[in-house]
């Protein structure tokens, strides 16, 4: 799969969890549900290189070609409160939004679209899909959409003036994968304290990128 380590990835994940790369899967929010249903611990990951029936918001489907972008889900267990899920969509666009400007990629206009697209000159380049179940033990999946490599030809034509792709974007800007991915992990880790601790801070920082 596009050069990712797992052991290093284990190594980066501030939560310390499992990460679970495959080849090819149906969704990475489907595994992660199904393991988060078994009991798995607040921050394992789901990451794959392609998904068969990647989905978004309202149940759309998600282009997710093989080695194309990143298509991961990651499993949080917090106290799930109606005031929380808009802050669980937030705290992972924003993470995502610091982690391109981390990398280095210069793009222009980039921009939150609410409640947790993220756009590039009004260009969908990525997207968060949360899911909860509520229960005798409550969690979230939140998965996540970047769309990495494409050139306009790689996405289907009635697409093409409605996405980008991030390499496509920043001038082909080379893009390291691995590292792109650890940095991510860091700035969910980070974005998702703030969400549990200063959740008026991480809210004014989302409605500013908007």
Do not use: C
Request: glycine content about 8%; proline content about 4%.
């Amino acid at each position: 799969m596009n050069a990712l380590n797992l052991e290093l990835l284990q190594q980066h994940s501030p939560w310390h969890e499992k990460v679970y790369v495959f080849e090819t899967i149906d969704s990475t929010n489907t595994q992660a549900l199904k393991l988060g249903e078994e009991g798995e611990a607040e921050g394992t990951i789901v990451i794959a290189n392609e998904q068969m029936q990647g989905r978004g918001q309202f149940q759309r489907p998600w282009s997710s070609p093989a080695g194309m972008g990143l298509w991961m889900s990651l499993l949080v267990r917090p106290r799930i409160a109606p005031e929380m899920i808009s802050g669980l969509s937030h705290f992972a666009v924003v993470a995502l939004y610091d982690a391109i400007f981390k990398m280095g990629i210069i793009v222009n206009d980039l921009n939150i679209k609410e409640p947790n697209d993220l756009l590039i000159a009004g260009k969908k380049v990525a997207g968060v899909l949360v899911e909860t179940r509520i229960g005798k033990s409550s969690f979230a999946v939140v998965g996540i959409g970047v769309n990495l490599f494409q050139q306009q030809k790689d996405f289907p034509m009635e697409l093409r003036e409605k996405v980008t792709s991030l390499q496509l974007a920043g001038s082909n800007h080379r893009i390291d994968f691995q590292n792109f991915v650890a940095t991510l992990f860091q700035n969910l880790y980070h974005r998702y304290q703030q969400l549990l601790h200063e959740p008026l801070k991480l809210e004014a920082v989302w409605s500013s990128r908007l």
